[in-house]
C-alpha cells in the first residue's frame, strides 16, 4: 500500500481523463476536489487487490449524468446545495441501510472527475482505494461495467444529489432497469446524481474488475505531462498504454445534443502530416465510442479512443471539438475482460445501435499493442 501524493493523484486525473475517451468528467472539476481533500488534511492510500483480507467489503462510489446539463433552469431555484459531497454522502447514506462500514473504495470508471470521486470518498472515510476499476475507461451507464459482466450485484444502492435529496434502490430487475432509474434522477438533479452501489467482498469485486487500473492511469497521464507541450503528447500516451497513434489533423466539422440525460454528437478530423487526404469521424455518447476512416469502421468501444487537444495541451473532452481546432487520436486497447463475448455483449458497438462487428485495435491498426503493455 502507499500514499499518494497530491501529485500522484494530479498525474493520475490527467492520465484519467486522457483514457476516459471524452468523457469521465472536466479534470477541473477533478483538481478541485483533490485540492479539497488536501486542505481538509486528508491521505489518499491506494492498496493493490491483494494487501487487504478477501472478506473486506468494498463499495463503488460514482457520478451520473449528462455533459453539458441546464445549470440555469429556473426549476431549481430555492434550492440549498448541501455542503457535504455527494458521492460521499451515497456512501455514508449506504453504510447506514446496511448497518455496515467499508473497508476500502473502488473507482466506477477513469475519468479527470470520475476518478476524484473515489479519491475524495476514500480520503474522507479514511480506508484505502483500490488498485483497480471495473471499467478501465469512462463509459456512459451504469451497466456497462465489469461488475455487471461478473454477476455481482448492483443493489442495494443509494442515489444522491448536490441538494443533500437521497434514495435508497432496494432491488431492481437488472442493471439497464437501473440506467434508466438512475438517469431519470440525475435529469432532475440538475443534470447529475451521484450513486453508491456494488456492496460486495473484496473476494467478489477483484475478480471482476482491472488490477493495477490506478496505476496505469497514473502512468499514462505522467506520460501526457512530461510531453504536453513538445509535440509528442500523443506518442507517449500510446507507448504508456501500449496503444497507437491513430489520427492527427483538424477538426472539421462538429454537432451534438442533450437528450434523455446523456451528450450525444460526433466530430470530423481532416488528416494532416501522414494523414494528408484522409479523414476521421468519431460518433459519442457522452464517450467516444465509435469511429470511422474514410467512410469504414475503424476503432470502435471497448477499445479507448482518446482524443488530445494539441493547442490546449490537454485531454479533449465532450462536447468541446471545435471547428479548426487540432487534435491528436491515440487508440488503446480495452482489458481482456471487455473483448470476450460477454463483454461485447454489454460494451461492443452493436449494443450502440450500430452494425458494426468488433475488431479489435491491433487488427484494425496492424499493431501489437496488447503484447506491448507494460
Not at 458521492?87 to 462500514?101: E, F, N, S, W, Y
Not at 471482476?208 to 487500473?213: F, H, T, V
Not at 466530430?267 to 459519442?284: A, D, K, N, P
Amino acid at each position: 500500500m502507499r500514499t499518494l501524493s497530491i501529485t500522484d493523484a494530479r498525474a493520475a486525473l490527467v492520465g484519467g481523463a486522457v483514457m476516459g475517451c471524452g468523457g469521465g468528467g472536466e479534470i477541473a472539476e477533478g483538481m478541485e476536489l483533490v485540492e479539497r481533500y488536501a486542505a481538509e488534511g486528508f491521505e489518499l492510500h491506494l492498496a493493490e487487490v491483494d494487501e487487504l483480507p478477501q472478506s473486506a467489503m468494498v463499495v463503488c462510489p460514482y457520478g451520473v449524468g449528462s455533459l453539458d446539463p441546464d445549470l440555469d433552469d429556473p426549476s431549481y431555484r430555492g434550492l440549498t446545495v448541501a455542503a457535504e459531497y455527494p458521492a460521499l454522502t451515497a456512501v455514508k447514506d449506504l453504510q447506514q441501510h446496511m448497518g455496515i462500514t467499508f473497508d476500502a473504495v473502488i473507482s466506477g470508471e477513469l475519468g479527470g472527475w470520475a476518478l476524484a470521486d473515489a479519491f475524495y470518498v476514500a480520503a474522507a472515510l479514511k480506508v484505502p482505494l483500490l488498485d483497480a476499476d471495473p471499467a478501465g475507461r469512462a463509459v456512459p451507464e451504469v451497466q456497462h461495467s465489469l461488475l455487471y459482466v461478473g454477476g455481482i450485484s448492483i443493489t442495494p444502492q443509494v442515489v444522491t444529489n448536490e441538494f443533500g435529496e437521497s434514495i435508497v434502490v432496494q432491488r431492481v430487475a437488472n442493471d439497464f432497469r437501473d440506467e434508466a432509474l438512475v438517469r431519470t434522477f440525475s435529469t432532475i438533479s440538475r443534470g447529475t446524481a451521484w450513486v453508491a452501489d456494488h456492496p460486495a467482498p473484496l473476494a467478489d469485486v477483484r475478480r471482476a474488475s482491472i488490477p493495477g487500473a490506478i496505476s496505469t492511469a497514473e502512468r499514462v497521464g505522467r506520460a501526457f505531462m512530461n510531453h504536453e507541450s513538445s509535440g509528442d503528447a500523443a506518442a507517449a500516451v500510446a507507448a504508456a498504454g501500449g496503444g497507437s497513434v491513430l489520427f492527427g489533423g483538424t477538426v472539421a466539422s462538429c454537432s451534438y445534443e442533450d437528450r434523455d440525460g446523456f451528450t450525444f454528437g460526433e466530430f470530423t478530423v481532416t488528416g494532416e502530416r501522414r494523414h494528408q487526404g484522409s479523414e476521421l469521424r468519431i460518433w459519442y455518447k457522452n464517450e467516444n465510442l465509435i469511429s470511422w476512416l474514410d467512410g469504414e469502421a475503424f476503432v470502435t468501444t471497448p477499445d479507448l479512443l482518446c482524443v488530445l487537444d494539441e493547442e490546449l495541451h490537454e485531454p479533449l473532452t465532450n462536447p468541446h471539438a471545435e471547428v479548426g481546432k487540432r487534435v491528436a487520436i491515440v487508440g488503446l486497447p480495452a482489458p481482456a475482460q471487455w473483448r470476450t463475448q460477454a463483454g461485447l455483449d454489454v460494451f461492443g458497438p452493436r449494443t450502440f445501435g450500430f452494425e458494426v462487428d468488433y475488431r479489435s485495435l491491433e487488427e484494425v491498426t496492424g499493431s501489437d499493442a496488447e503484447r506491448s503493455l507494460p
